[in-house]
């Protein structure tokens, strides 16, 4: 009798065979363990398949609840992982409300029905991920496995280690297509039939293995097999390259993939010439190469487990080495800038400008490793926002325009009038393409000239494929060169006497970077007479609103005006600190500093009059990122500015500081332009405005106390205002918004705050209009002039002002 546990197991090893990539990477035959009490055994048994499977399985009851009654360890982990809701609590209840009525159906199979549906797992403590689950009706019972989809990437490493394990194999392994020709065989196929796999690569194995004693029944059987997507066992003749017949057990078997598309066929053969004609045992054949099966495939999914724990133990390698080296070479830069501002001798100043040439170069090596790294891994993200082309090109001309007239070369851009004005898409990739092919032309030509041509290849609806090219004069390339320019770490000029630098990752980048924005890239060259490098990229039309050029930005003043204005610097690293203090300091803003979070909590309490917040995101003791979300949760500090500042430039690590509270983002090494560029566009246009007219509150009372008390409910009223300013624009809710402006416009001319009153009345006037990009707009003013009458407020609340009222 077989038990319910079995039963429940073997429909579970059942469904992993039949629908799982997985099933063709790890099935390898096997030499048939023997036992001397009992014939052939599996290697494991069901109960051990079913405590080892990564693949989460559960059974339920069949009635409508569908509590679990049994769970094996992977699905146990998973569920686990899940923040369920509700006190009795059945499968169903561990995924999202909108999977709820699925869920039911799936579950609510007959008996022998199989059902498969696909949902996202969202664990408390991970990002989600897609799930494949597949419920088959057993008795009382329901039986449901619980797929993660792998990425390919990781797919096709554990095919290698896959097939580096069937080559070890004895028997004999046939992978084909969903059309039956043959893809790859192993080892022992190839030295039992004398064929090998580039001989008989694309053909179907019928073609070649059959002959005079082969089974026409047989093999018609097989053919219906593949016809109709179904498995097949038995015996036949086969033949060897040489004409030798041999005959063998055989079970081939369809590999279905995500959306129960059929992806291959794998055959798998003993050589059973030399047996006895044992029917028993060549009946239990099916179920042994089974089992095995399933202990391959287990065996398997624990590499695929390594593998991607090796890939994300490579990208935290990577992004760590990324912020040792710049974090010291943040220094190199901010203090090499320091020193050509003194008085240099002219020798001196050259050290220094080459100095800075050489951190340059490194910086972009650095950066180049990151990306590179990025992109092998598939963590490359594009953003999209509309952007002009011509003014990409624009600025590629004054970028790099004076290296090739330095040279003596002729630069020459155009774009071609059929190019749209605006497209939406990733204009920081597409310029770092153009870069790369433009400096590798500068490069590599030291007469004649550089050209650079835009022209559109189509425009559709809903896309714009562009098209690139950049053609030079230099020294050309050979057609092996040619075959391998786009290849990783390949470098043309790569002997003892380089005439060139690079790492050889520029060109694999650009490739990368082009194919992510929908694109190809191609290039031709003659030896001495240049290179004609073209790429397109693929882009979407700018509607209306995203096509009108944005309004001129406000002329930045001198940072002169950043005098007076007080910046809290959080950085442990000594040699930073001394960098970014005396930049700041040398423009005459005051500086506290602090060497992690909690120094920075205790700078923030006793210097209420802080306007900005320059954080390091990695510190020991309380790090950027938990003391900016302790900053955030404070009321008192809701208006003060915070910019990070990192070594960890992804995307991802970008996302983790926004969405801690930072109003912006900076990659050292830090560029001091850029240092003072971030602090005027954040601070208010004077360091000490006058925001509050105290005249307007002495007017009110000759009590300083109650003077005091009265600016402090402002406070507390401003802030909350301001967040319910802030929640209603970006819901939006225009009418909550202008009820809030108006009720806060009163409230501040009541306390002499009448620019403040004045900008609440425009914003309520947008509002009203409903003109969300104006009342956007005007929401960035009034967040900064409302921190600036914070900071006057709290100094007639703590200082001496409304003494003079005796």
């Given amino acids: 009798m077989i038990s319910t546990r079995e039963r429940v197991t073997g429909l579970a090893c059942e469904l992993s065979v ?42 339920t009851n069949a ?28 499968f169903a209840d ?26 996202v797992v969202h664990p408390a403590d991970s990002p989600p991920y897609n799930v494949e689950i597949i419920a088959r009706g ?77 089974d026409p029944l047989v093999g018609k059987g097989i053919a219906d097999a593949v016809n109709q997507e179904t498995p097949f066992s038995g015996e036949m003749w086969r033949y060897t390259k040489n ?94 800038h320091l020193l050509a501002e003194t008085a240099l001798t002219e020798e001196q100043a050259a050290f220094v400008e080459k100095t800075q040439r050489a951190a340059a170069m490194l910086m972009d090596l650095v950066s180049d490793i990151l990306d590179f790294s990025k992109i092998d891994a598939g963590a490359m993200t594009l953003t999209n926002a509309p952007f002009e082309v011509r003014d ?24 071609d009038d059929a190019v749209p004005l605006v497209v939406v898409g990733d204009r920081l990739r597409f310029t770092e393409v153009l870069l790369n092919l433009v400096g590798n032309a500068i490069k590599f030509t030291a007469t004649g000239s550089v050209r650079v041509q835009v022209s559109l290849v189509t425009a559709e609806a809903d896309a714009i494929i562009v098209r690139c090219d950049v053609v030079d004069t230099g020294i050309g390339m050979t057609h092996d060169v040619m075959e391998h320019v786009f290849d990783t770490f390949f470098q043309a000029d790569s002997g003892a006497e380089r005439n060139y630098g690079g790492a050889g990752l520029g060109l694999v980048i650009t490739k990368g970077l082009v194919e992510l924005m929908g694109g190809t890239i191609s290039v031709e060259s003659t030896p001495t007479v240049g290179s004609h490098f073209s790429f397109t990229a693929q882009f979407r039309p700018a509607t209306a609103t995203e096509a009108t050029p944005p309004p001129l930005p406000v002329e930045t003043a001198s940072v002169t005006r950043l005098r007076g204005a007080t910046v809290l610097v959080v950085e442990d690293n000594p040699f930073n600190q001394d960098v970014i203090v005396t930049l700041l300091e040398r423009v005459g803003v005051d500086v506290v500093v602090a060497a992690n979070g909690v120094q920075a909590l205790a700078a923030m309490s006793e210097a209420p009059t802080t306007m900005l917040v320059l954080m390091d ?24 500015v915070i910019v990070g500042l990192t070594a960890n430039v992804s995307a991802e690590d970008e996302r983790h500081c926004r969405e801690a509270g930072m109003s912006d983002v900076l990659a050292k090494p830090i560029a001091p332009e850029l240092l003072y560029r971030t602090l005027e566009r954040f601070l208010p246009t004077s360091p000490r405005p006058r925001y509050v007219d105290p005249d ?31 929640d209603a624009t970006a819901a939006p809710d225009l009418a909550a918004l202008a009820r809030e402006a108006h009720s806060l416009k009163s409230s501040a001319m009541m306390v002499g705050a009448q620019g403040f009153g004045e900008q609440c009345a425009a914003l309520e006037r947008a509002a009203l209009d409903g003109d969300l990009p104006r009342a956007l707009t005007l929401l960035d003013a009034l967040t900064m002039v409302a921190r600036g009458v914070s900071n006057e407020l709290a100094l007639i609340i703590n200082s001496d002002l409304t003494a003079r009222t005796d």
């Fill in 18 to 59: 039949m629908n799982k990539m997985l099933f063709f990477m790890g099935c390898t035959l096997g030499a048939m363990v023997k036992s001397e009490e009992n014939g052939s055994l599996p290697l494991i048994g069901y109960d051990t398949i079913l405590d080892h499977l990564d693949i989460a399985l559960v059974v």
């Fill in 63 to 90: 009635d409508a609840r569908h509590d679990m009654v049994y769970q094996n360890s992977a699905a146990v982990t998973m569920l686990a992982a899940i923040d369920p809701v509700g006190d009795h609590l059945g």
């Fill in 94 to 119: 561990y995924f999202a409300a909108e999977y709820r009525a699925d869920l039911t159906r799936l579950l609510g199979v007959e008996r022998d029905e199989t059902r498969q549906m696909e949902a």
């Fill in 138 to 214: 057993v008795d009382h019972v329901v039986v449901v496995s619980v797929y993660r989809f792998v990425h390919d990437l990781v797919k096709n490493e554990a095919f290698t280690v896959a097939t580096a394990v069937l080559d070890n194999s004895d028997e004999l392994v046939i992978l084909t297509d969903s059309l039956g020709d043959i893809e790859w065989v192993n080892a022992a196929f190839e030295r039992r039939t004398g064929w090998s796999l580039g001989e008989i690569m694309g053909k179907n194995p019928a073609s070649f293995l059959n002959g005079p004693l082969t």
């Fill in 243 to 336: 004409g030798e017949p041999f005959r063998v057990a055989l079970r081939l078997q369809p590999v279905i993939g995500r959306n129960n598309r059929l992806e291959h066929y794998i055959s798998l053969s003993i050589d059973i010439t030399d047996q006895s004609d044992d029917h028993e045992a060549l009946a239990q054949l099916p179920l042994v190469l089974e089992q095995r099966a399933h202990v391959r495939t287990f065996e398997l999914e624990r590499e695929l487990q390594l593998s991607m724990a090796a890939n994300a133990a490579k990208t935290a390698f990577v992004s760590t080495m990324s912020h040792e080296i710049r974090t010291p070479l943040n220094a190199i830069v901010g203090f090499t």
């Fill in 392 to 415: 990409v090109i624009d600025a590629l001309e004054s970028v790099t325009g004076w290296s090739a007239h330095e040279k003596g070369l002729q630069f020459v851009t155009s774009v």
């Fill in 617 to 640: 995101v990695q510190m020991p003791v309380m790090n950027g990122i938990e003391a900016t979300r302790a900053i955030r949760d404070n009321p008192a500090w809701d208006n003060t």
């Fill in 696 to 726: 307007v509150l002495r007017s009110l009372t000759d009590d300083p106390a109650k003077i005091a008390r009265f600016a402090q409910k402002f406070v507390e009223v401003l802030t909350v205002s301001m967040k319910v300013i802030r």
